[in-house]
């Protein structure tokens, strides 16, 4: 027997859908806004200020949805064209939309390659830096920053260049040989004497450094000696210490280069 409830069920389920699509549509809308005032507010900031006026007036907001807000808003147009063919569209599927996964390619000298996989358990960098002196020669580093705040950033790398031939073999051999998908990055960054991930409080020396430190970066590069094995280091969250977020995004935030 048909029960007389099954209309009105079928009529709030369609209506419920109509507003999970809507507030969905809404999300990404207010994400954008935000990410628009952030961005004109950084506009009126001089180096230096950004992160201070961050924590002193947006402290309720972690520097990961910032720095997705900003992304958003950068890429509005994408954005929108998506929303006109994905009724449903999500913030999440929204940043997929304007990712550009890059498949792997070399630094040269005076650059970096970096590739970064967010995970169930948290998120996976690895960091390709050509030696300063000889040509063809690589860094390789993996660097895992889980999302448990309790849990320590591992950093494992090469500490001498390997051959650009074996780079692909030392990735492998650092995942122990598991795949992961990564979204590749090219960025200026001074020259590698060394490993400079693989240097006793790496993570302490970034986080203390300001925007313009360029320079001083460049010296710990040159002038830090390496530790004498893989290194797990603590953790220091730029902006907010209870959600972690990618290394890179700490050292080109410090470096004022967004991601």
Same mark, same amino acid.
Not at 223 to 246: F, H, N, Q, R
């Given at each position: ?25 809404? $999300?990404?809308? /207010? ?44 890429? /509005? ?13 999500? &913030? ?20 970096? $390659? ?13 960091? &390709? ?14 660097? $895992? ?7 320590? %950033?591992?950093?494992?790398? %090469? ?9 692909? /073999? ?14 590749? %990055? ?30 001083? &970066? ?8 390496? $530790? ?8 220091? /969250?730029?902006? %907010? ?19």
């Amino acid at each position: 027997m048909t029960s007389n409830r099954l209309p009105i069920l079928a009529a709030e389920i369609m209506r419920a859908h109509a507003e999970a699509r809507q507030a969905a549509q809404m $999300s990404i809308d /207010k994400a954008m806004e935000a990410g628009e005032a952030l961005i004109e507010a950084k506009s009126h900031l001089q180096h230096g200020e950004w992160l201070p006026w961050l924590k002193a007036n947006c402290s309720g907001i972690s520097e990961r949805t910032i720095q997705l807000y900003m992304r958003l808003a950068r890429h /509005k147009d994408e954005v929108e064209a998506k929303k006109r063919n994905v009724a449903d569209l999500t &913030i999440r599927g929204a940043v997929a939309a304007i990712t550009k996964a890059k498949s792997l390619i070399l630094p040269i000298v005076g650059h970096v $390659s970096v590739g970064v996989a967010e995970t169930d358990a948290g998120w996976e960098e690895i960091w &390709i830096a050509p030696d300063w002196q000889h040509d063809g020669y690589l860094y390789v580093t993996r660097v $895992s920053t889980p999302n448990n705040t309790t849990e320590l %950033t591992e950093v494992v790398g %090469t500490r001498r260049p390997v051959r650009q031939d074996f780079v692909e /073999k030392t990735i492998a051999h650092l995942f122990d040989g598991q795949q992961v998908d990564m979204d590749w %990055t090219d960025r200026a960054f001074p020259r590698w004497r060394w490993n400079c991930l693989l240097f006793d409080e790496a993570v302490e020396a970034v986080e203390t450094m300001g925007p313009d430190d360029i320079q001083e &970066i460049t010296e710990l590069i040159h002038d830090k000696p390496p $530790s004498k094995a893989p290194l797990v280091i603590t953790y220091m /969250k730029c902006g %907010t210490e209870t959600e972690p977020s990618p290394f890179a995004d700490l050292v080109f935030e410090r470096m004022e280069v967004q991601l």
